[in-house]
């Protein structure tokens, strides 16, 4: 399995960015995609997630409203698109992928970095004041 993110960059306070997450090399179609975030000095934090199964979505508080994560089955990627970007949004962001069905379980904890098996590279967020 092969996850490889794009879209990361530099933009002002309030500005947008969308990241994406292309998926390659699952033998099932059922699987959740997760975007975690390390911020300089921090633990790495779920921001949100989807499961390509039934389309739910998951996001944490701190992104709640401005974020919004979407799944194109046709072209196997995740987009994460990031409206009203704060400061504290400056991280570099991964995604994160966990085939569904043999791992039921750990799909109750999207946003534990132990859900997932598959990790991308990670790309650069930086948000200015």
């Known amino acids: 399995v092969q996850l490889v993110e794009s879209g990361g960059g530099s933009v002002q306070a309030g500005g947008s960015l969308r990241l994406s997450c292309k998926i390659s090399g699952f033998t099932h179609d059922d699987y959740a995609i997760g975007w975690f975030r390390r911020a300089p000095g921090k633990e790495r934090e779920g921001v949100s997630s989807?499961?390509?199964?039934?389309?739910?979505?998951y996001y944490s508080d701190s992104v709640k409203d401005r974020f919004s994560i979407s799944l194109d089955y046709a072209k196997k990627t995740v987009y994460l698109q990031m409206n009203s970007l704060k400061p504290e949004d400056t991280a570099v962001y991964y995604c994160?992928?966990?085939?569904?069905?043999?791992?039921?379980?750990?799909?109750?904890?999207?946003?534990?970095?132990?859900?997932?098996?598959?990790w991308g590279q990670g790309t650069q967020v930086t948000v200015a004041s």
């Open positions: 989807i499961s390509s199964s039934d389309g739910s979505t």
């Open positions: 994160a992928a966990v085939q569904s069905s043999f791992n039921i379980a750990r799909l109750s904890y999207p946003f534990r970095v132990q859900t997932y098996d598959y």
